[in-house]
């Protein structure tokens, strides 16, 4: 009796889950799970922050911008132009291409999730002895920047999310120029300033929810010297996948989450996120927004799905494997973090593949080297940064009268930073 209820629920779940499964080919929604936000802290926004509009704020660029047309390969050349394919860059064998593995965690960065951090990711090396890269998309929102320090001091990539991170979604698809200036291109400053890390260090892009504005971020992008965006998903481009490449032409990606950009926008790269696919087929451009995955206290489960979707990358076109994961997840399902960390052993015992942080994988594209090369390569280097002895700054006012504290590395802002005032001066 009991087996029969729990069957019929089990296929009326599947039932539901194909059909949005079609729906979900062309519209956003629950197989790409908006990233929950920094869950240390209620959003005190609510759903009713709206003081903000789209509306009335001018666009800065107003000048239509060309739409970009078929790619070339004749013209559009490495290293500043790629059209987008499944080829391997410089036409190297897949057995010739380093496997670079892209670990990223999103979000606000806390002393809580600094913790796991350090117990998963510090002092882990690659094969070739050099230290195993990670990168991290920061929202601003309850971020205390002593920590951000302390992981760009540890030799992890530091990139954008966003000031405000704010729902609804719809506020990231139709953002203008200037919505997306403040929300990312004054993030860098802010970043920059408050953790006291350098400036030139921050090139990456992923916007939230993965809502992409068109051609609008891009723009943004270009103009203000960010390299590389980490927002869009492929689900077409699995197998085999998808290498990053630039908008100079139209892209063959297909669009998960519109609108795409379409406009021809020189300079910034597209770093695809190439989805998982779960144990009933269906793709997941995050590890935490998989619907069929072994059981959640199943951490050989759990590593046998991650190393088979690796395996699909390695045993392919090589394209970077990511593995996208908010800190949450591994944390409340002690399971999966060991199955994690299993996989980061295997990788750090694999002579050909390496973790690396998001913009060294566009290092290498624009100037493919076959591995036995890479390998050799002397390790990177970064200078550390200093962080003065202080206690957090606060309570600073911020948005809705809320009042916040924040930890940063240099002197304390008079209120609490927000898009417009992203010093909080
Ligand atoms: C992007 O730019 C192209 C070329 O100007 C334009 O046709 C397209 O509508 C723009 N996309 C959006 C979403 O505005
Ligand atoms: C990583 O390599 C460095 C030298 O490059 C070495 O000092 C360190 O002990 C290694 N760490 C581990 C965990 O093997
Ligand atoms: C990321 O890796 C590149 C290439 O090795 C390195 O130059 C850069 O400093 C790294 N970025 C950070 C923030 O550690
Ligand atoms: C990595 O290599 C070490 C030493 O050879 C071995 O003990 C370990 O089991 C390997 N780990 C994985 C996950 O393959
Ligand atoms: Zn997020």
């Known amino acids: 009796m009991r087996s029969v209820v729990i069957l019929s629920f089990l296929l009326l779940g599947l039932a539901t889950v194909?059909?949005?499964?079609?729906?979900?080919?062309?519209?956003?929604?629950?197989?790409?799970t908006p990233d929950p936000e920094d869950d240390s802290t209620p959003n005190p926004e609510g759903d009713s922050s709206t003081e903000i509009t789209t509306e009335g704020i001018p666009d800065a660029d107003t000048e239509e911008l060309p739409l970009a047309e078929e790619c070339d390969e004749e013209l559009c050349k490495l290293p500043d132009c790629r059209c987008s394919s499944t080829?391997?860059?410089?036409?190297?064998?897949?057995?010739?291409?380093?496997?670079?593995?892209?670990?990223?965690?999103d979000d606000g960065v806390n002393v809580r999730n600094t913790e796991t951090y350090r117990d998963i990711l510090y002092g882990r090396n690659n094969s070739n002895g050099c230290p195993a890269g990670a990168t991290f998309y920061v929202s601003h929102e309850y971020t205390?920047?002593?920590?951000?320090?302390?992981?760009?001091?540890?030799?992890?990539?530091?990139?954008?999310?966003?000031?405000?991170?704010?729902?609804?979604?719809?506020?990231?698809?139709?953002?203008?120029?200037?919505?997306?200036?403040?929300?990312?291109?004054?993030?860098?400053?802010?970043?920059?300033?408050?953790?006291n890390i350098p400036f030139?260090?921050?090139?990456?892009?992923?916007?939230p929810f993965l809502q992409m504005s068109g051609n609008i971020s891009f723009q943004v992008m270009a103009d203000h010297g960010l390299e590389y965006d980490s927002s869009w998903p492929t689900t077409a481009f699995r197998d085999p996948g998808l290498?990053?490449?630039?908008?100079?032409?139209?892209?063959?990606?297909?669009?998960?989450?519109?609108?795409?950009?379409?406009?021809?926008?020189?300079?910034?790269?597209?770093?695809?996120?190439?989805?998982?696919?779960?144990?009933?087929?269906?793709?997941?451009?995050?590890?935490?927004?998989?619907?069929?995955t072994p059981a959640m206290d199943d951490e050989e489960g759990w590593y046998q799905f991650i190393v088979g979707n690796f395996e699909r990358h390695y045993l392919?076109?090589?394209?970077?494997?990511?593995?996208?994961?908010?800190?949450?997840?591994?944390?409340?399902?002690?399971?999966?973090?060991?199955?994690f960390i299993r996989f980061t052993d295997l990788i750090s015992n694999?002579?050909?593949?390496?973790?690396?942080?998001?913009?060294?994988?566009?290092?290498?594209?624009?100037?493919?080297?076959?591995?036995?090369?890479?390998?050799?390569?002397?390790?990177?280097?970064?200078?550390?940064a200093s962080c003065a002895a202080q206690p957090d700054c606060g309570p600073l006012l911020g948005p809705n009268a809320m009042n916040y504290w924040m930890g940063a590395c240099n002197v304390c802002p008079r209120v609490y930073p927000w898009t417009g005032n992203p010093l909080g001066q």
Request: proline share 9%; aromatic share 14%.
């Open 144 to 195: 205390n920047y002593r920590f951000v320090n302390e992981l760009y001091n540890q030799g992890y990539e530091i990139a954008l999310h966003s000031i405000s991170h704010r729902i609804p979604q719809d506020y990231w698809a139709t953002a203008s120029y200037d919505v997306i200036k403040q929300e990312i291109a004054d993030q860098k400053g802010q970043i920059s300033h408050f953790a």
């Open 18 to 32: 194909v059909v949005q499964g079609q729906v979900e080919l062309s519209t956003p929604g629950p197989l790409f």
């Open 87 to 105: 080829d391997i860059p410089g036409g190297l064998l897949p057995r010739d291409t380093p496997q670079f593995v892209t670990i990223t965690f």
């Open 243 to 292: 290498w990053p490449y630039t908008l100079d032409y139209a892209s063959i990606q297909d669009c998960i989450v519109p609108p795409c950009p379409t406009a021809s926008i020189p300079k910034p790269w597209i770093q695809p996120m190439v989805s998982w696919t779960d144990l009933g087929g269906f793709p997941c451009a995050m590890a935490d927004g998989c619907f069929f």
């Open 350 to 384: 694999l002579s050909d593949a390496f973790m690396v942080n998001a913009s060294e994988v566009i290092d290498w594209v624009k100037n493919p080297i076959p591995v036995g090369e890479y390998r050799e390569k002397p390790c990177r280097e970064w200078s550390t």
């Open 200 to 207: 030139e260090s921050i090139k990456g892009v992923r916007l």
């Open 316 to 339: 392919g076109n090589r394209a970077p494997f990511g593995f996208y994961v908010h800190e949450w997840y591994l944390a409340s399902n002690p399971a999966v973090q060991a199955a």
